[in-house]
Nanobody, 123 residues
């Protein structure tokens, strides 16, 4: 069974950077598209970025385009989300998910989820 664990969240000032990690175990992540999502209390969980199973395509929501970068290391079975130039509106719990495929920045067939990691952008 595939398991996902996020890490790397924390408190950062506006304009700062964080790198989130999504470590997979139980199965190779190369069999799945991987998406990053974020959620603010009272709001719908929204897609942020998606990377295809073979790593050939990456996409980003307009709100993070040019600031965030998704990547993966197959040897470590880990997907990363590098977040630069962070803004207060980026504050959320960030989740990774494994699914069937990426459609733009949105992952479909979201069969597996991590438990999330809190990102707070505040001065």
């Amino acid at each position: 069974q595939l398991q996902l664990v996020e890490s790397g969240g924390g408190l950062v000032q506006p304009g700062g950077s964080l790198r989130l990690s999504c470590a997979a175990s139980g199965h190779a992540l190369t069999f799945y598209g991987i998406g990053w999502f974020r959620q603010v209390p009272g709001k719908e969980r929204e897609g942020v970025s998606c990377i295809t199973n073979d790593g050939s395509s990456t996409n980003y929501a307009d709100s993070v385009k040019g600031r965030f970068t998704i990547s993966k290391d197959n040897a470590k079975n880990t997907v990363y989300l590098q977040m630069n130039s962070l803004k207060p509106e980026d504050t959320a719990v960030y989740y990774c998910a494994a699914g069937s495929y990426c459609s733009g920045y949105t992952l479909y067939g979201r069969n597996y989820w991590g438990q999330g990691t809190q990102v707070t952008v505040s001065s």
